[in-house]
Structures are given as C-alpha cells and as structure tokens.
C-alpha cells in the first residue's frame, strides 16, 4: 500500500503531464470543464483528502485537506488512485464497477467521460 508521500508525488506527477500537454489539449479541458471547478480526491485507506482547482484547463497547488464548495469529487485507495494515474486502470471501468466513486453534477460527469 502506497505512503501519503507517494501518493502526494503522483498527484504531482499526474498535475505536471497536463501542464506540459499541448495547448489544444488543456484548451479542450477548460471548454468542456468550466471555470473554476473545485476537485477533491479522498484517499480511503490513507484516510486524507487534496484537492485543487481547475482554471484554464491547467490544476492550481495542490492542497491537503478538504475544499469548500465542490464541484467534483473522487474516492479512491492509494493502489486504485496510482494505478489509474499511471493508466494501469481505466477511470470509466473503475467508476463503473465501484473501485472509484465520483459525484459530481451531470454535466461535469459527461465533460469527463469525454476526457477518460
């Protein structure tokens, strides 16, 4: 089982590729996702949340903790979360089965099945 810490770096990692994707890509991110959405992830078995923001198809820091007003919402285990950041695990398969909860608001749920 993965250690906050390792759990933290991949965030990171997953936060820095869609930093360094083409404009086109981050552009197609922010039309289908409106400003700003507020996204949490709860990481189940470590028992912490992070959050951050999306503004412009591009993650603000990331935060530990709980947000205030959120948009979408994520629950995973650390071996689910890594796995799908590393694309070991698909995120419309693992939604569909149960190993990741999202709730988030119709829209929002479209805007990111088009993006998995």
């Given at each position: ?23 086109d ?7 289908a ?61 693992s ?22």
């Amino acid at each position: 089982m993965p250690n906050k810490k390792q759990v933290e770096a991949k965030l990171q990692e997953m936060m820095g590729r869609l930093d360094g994707a083409p404009a086109d890509a981050r552009a197609n991110l922010a039309k289908a996702l409106p400003d700003p959405r507020t996204i949490q992830i709860d990481v189940t078995d470590l028992d912490t949340s992070y959050w951050t923001q999306l503004v412009g198809g591009r993650m603000t820091e990331l935060r530990e903790g709980t947000a205030e007003d959120v948009d979408i919402k994520m629950r995973a285990s650390s071996d689910d979360l890594i796995a799908m950041i590393d694309g070991e695990l698909g995120l419309l398969k693992s939604y569909l089965s149960g190993r990741i909860r999202i709730e988030a608001s119709l829209s929002d749920l479209l805007a990111l099945r088009k993006l998995a």
